[in-house]
Each structure stands twice: as structure tokens, then as C-alpha cells.
């Protein structure tokens, strides 16, 4: 099973910037560069929802809320992924999970102050 592990995260006032990373490990790097990467999050109450995916070409697919806001981009000889967050807002709260294939990482918070 391929372990995500994620770091980042924090709390930050409206307006900043936060970055998260994700790094892949028990799986060779042909094999984790085959499949698309994602950002997902999570607010109380609410379901899991899309946030950035980056497939291995490096092309990227970004929700509504985020777009000219986040950018996601991925090192593939670390298989690493990260989410660079600007001009956050209170309503980017949430938990945010890294995903490839099925596995999932264990979430960091993100909460932003207005």
C-alpha cells in the first residue's frame, strides 16, 4: 500500500498563503508517475470535495473556488506533490488530503481567520 505523507498546513489570516506538500513512499517512481495527484478537502459538515489534481504530464485540472488562487505542481523523481494556497479565505477551511489512486493521506488542518 503506497503511504502519503503529508506536511503544511497551519493557520493563517485571510488574505495570506500557505503551502502544503504530499510525498509518496512504498511504491518504485515509474509506477507513481502513471497516475494523476490531488488535493482534496474537507470542512465540518460538509463531503470531501475536489481541490487541484496534477496528472503526470503535469497538466492540471483546478475546482472554481481555487482557480487563480492555488497551484498544484508535482516532482516526479520524489514523487512529490504540492499545493501552493495565496489569497486564502475564511471559507478555505477545512482538512485537506492528498490522494493517488486509493490511497489517501491523514489530512492537515488549514484554517483561515477573517
Known amino acids: 500500500q503506497v503511504q502519503l505523507v ?5 493557520l493563517v489570516q485571510a488574505g495570506g498563503s500557505l503551502r502544503l506538500s504530499c510525498k509518496a513512499s512504498r511504491t ?3 509506477v507513481f508517475n502513471m497516475n494523476d495527484m490531488g488535493w482534496y478537502r ?5 463531503q470531501r470535495e475536489l481541490v487541484a489534481t496534477i496528472a503526470a504530464d503535469k497538466s492540471t485540472r483546478y475546482s ?10 508535482r516532482d516526479n523523481s520524489n514523487k512529490k506533490v504540492t499545493l501552493q494556497m495565496n ?7 477545512a482538512g ?3 490522494n493517488w489512486e486509493s490511497s489517501w493521506g491523514t489530512g ?3 484554517t483561515v481567520s477573517s
Do not use: H, M, N, W
Not at 474537507?42 to 460538509?46: F, I, M, R
Not at 472554481?64 to 505542481?73: A, P
Open 64 to 73: 472554481d473556488s481555487v482557480t487563480g488562487r492555488f497551484t498544484i505542481t
Open 6 to 10: 503529508e506536511s503544511g498546513g497551519g
Open 87 to 93: 489569497l486564502l479565505k475564511a471559507e478555505d477551511t
Open 42 to 46: 474537507q470542512a465540518p459538515g460538509k
Open 28 to 30: 518504485i517512481t515509474s
Open 108 to 110: 492537515l488542518p488549514v
Open 96 to 98: 485537506y488530503y492528498c
